[in-house]
């Protein structure tokens, strides 16, 4: 009779491999829909991980103010103001992150990326007239960190740190799963910074495709995987696409790629570096590659023109 | 052990693995199946749940948060076809018809996600 009720242990084992535990939650921050997936955990992670999420976009929100001082707040004034820790520690990130290889990511193009939306929402490319105010205000401008997480602009150009928030806050994420020991998740900060665990399976790895290449997909597992891109987000006029990532140095919105994809192992320095990359010539590309350790992929014309030696992109 | 008891073992063996295999096709395809269907959001709150495996033309008008959204269903996929936002992304983006590409209008706060079979686990772009 044993034996025969050993027999059915296979059966179980196929019932059981079936089934698996997935707690989800989507919450709309940053102007997109973060899809927090967790392959172990309970709800309660969920609602920390949200809670990682909408206090950063509050944060870092430069549109309007609510109900904690963020950087709606500093561009509102010349006089100093107490931050809260996480506000201080993103800014001071966004501020040092040149130092890190991400030369075309400035912070303070806040006014600046804010004309060429409007000057673009009408379909119209921006004066140079106001490209050169805006540089100018942006070469006299700075910012000071004081003790305390005070926090101080001077100068008129106002801060944007949209560029590296998101990935600032999947580092926080990274960190409170790590703590938790959970290694099986994936976390989509809107498809432009993501947050890779483990997948449930014998590899671990996660499929995740490339909209700016037909079919085009990587396999990846623990890193973060930052995108910036024209195709959601770009303007066509006179047949020429302009961007919404503006390059500093000129003031030009017309990037020399269609999409830069960076595989690192922080994401605050992914994000920044894939939207810098947008104006790098793809040798330096290579240079910052090396050195900061981070693996790329650059797209123009829907086709690869870059892809590290270590990365595989496969298609379905 | 006698040859009948140990036939009649390879026989329950060989029947239950059959059933297990099966049991696992079946389920493998009926989660195919059960897929794409379309959940309309308004900041975090579903206001529609629409299922595009019946591939029917229809239409939807959410409130979003600074005025109306059409959304548009046809031949399984699904598109926001008018809304006051002044990019229009949502609107270029066009038919949508596999999960883990969510339409998004920021300006709006209305999003829709398609949930159901998708050959990636996460889109990038």
Request: with cysteine; glycine share 6%; proline share 1%.
């Amino acid at each position: 009779m044993m034996k025969r009720l050993l027999l059915f242990i296979p059966l179980l084992t196929l019932i059981s491999c079936s089934q698996t535990k997935i707690v989800n939650s989507k919450i709309f921050c940053f102007d997109t829909m973060i899809n927090i997936n967790l392959y172990e955990g309970d709800s309660g992670n969920l609602k920390d991980i949200e809670g990682i999420f909408t206090r950063y976009d509050k944060l870092s929100d430069n549109y309007r103010s609510r109900d904690v001082h963020n950087v709606y707040t500093i561009n509102h004034t010349n006089e100093e103001v107490v931050v809260d820790n996480g506000l201080y520690n993103l800014l001071n990130k966004a501020f040092s992150v040149k130092n890190e290889g991400a030369a075309y990511f400035d912070p303070l193009c806040g006014s600046l990326s804010k004309k060429w939306k409007e000057s673009l929402e009408k379909g119209e490319v921006l004066s140079d007239e106001i490209i050169n105010e805006e540089l100018e205000k942006m070469h006299v401008s700075s910012i000071e960190f004081n003790e305390n997480n005070k926090i101080k602009r001077l100068g008129e150009a106002e801060i944007d740190v949209g560029g590296i928030a998101k990935g600032y806050a999947l580092d926080e994420v990274y960190t409170y799963l790590k703590n938790k020991d959970i290694s099986h998740y994936l976390v989509n900060a809107g498809s432009s910074s993501i947050l890779v665990g483990e997948k449930n399976n014998k590899s671990g790895l996660f499929s995740i495709g490339i909209n700016d290449l037909t079919n085009a997909y990587i396999e990846l597992k623990n890193c973060f995987v930052s995108t910036s891109g024209v195709s959601t987000q770009g303007v066509k006029i006179n047949d020429v696409t302009y961007s919404h990532i503006i390059n500093p140095v000129t003031g030009s919105a017309i990037n020399n790629y269609d999409a830069v994809i960076v595989i690192s192992d922080k994401g605050y320095l992914g994000d920044a570096l894939s939207t810098s990359m947008m104006m790098n010539s793809v040798d330096e590309i290579k240079e910052i590659e090396e050195i900061q350790n981070v693996k790329t992929i650059v797209i123009k014309d829907k086709k690869i023109v870059y892809s590290n030696k270590d990365i595989e992109v496969k298609y379905h | 052990m006698d040859k009948k008891k140990l036939r009649n073992d390879i026989f329950l063996i060989a029947a239950l693995l059959l059933i297990a295999t099966i049991a696992l096709i079946i389920f493998s395809f009926s989660s195919i199946k059960k897929n794409l269907i379309a959940k309309v959001y308004v900041q975090n709150d579903v206001k529609e749940v629409i299922d595009l495996s019946k591939k029917e033309e229809n239409d939807y008008f959410v409130q979003g948060t600074h005025g109306e959204v059409h959304i548009h269903t046809y031949n399984g996929g699904i598109a926001i076809v008018e809304s006051n936002c002044p990019h229009q992304d949502c609107v270029h983006m066009g038919y949508v018809y596999e999960s883990n590409k969510p339409i998004i209008c920021a300006y709006n706060e209305v999003y829709i996600i398609i949930e159901g079979k998708s050959l990636n686990d996460a889109e990038l772009g």
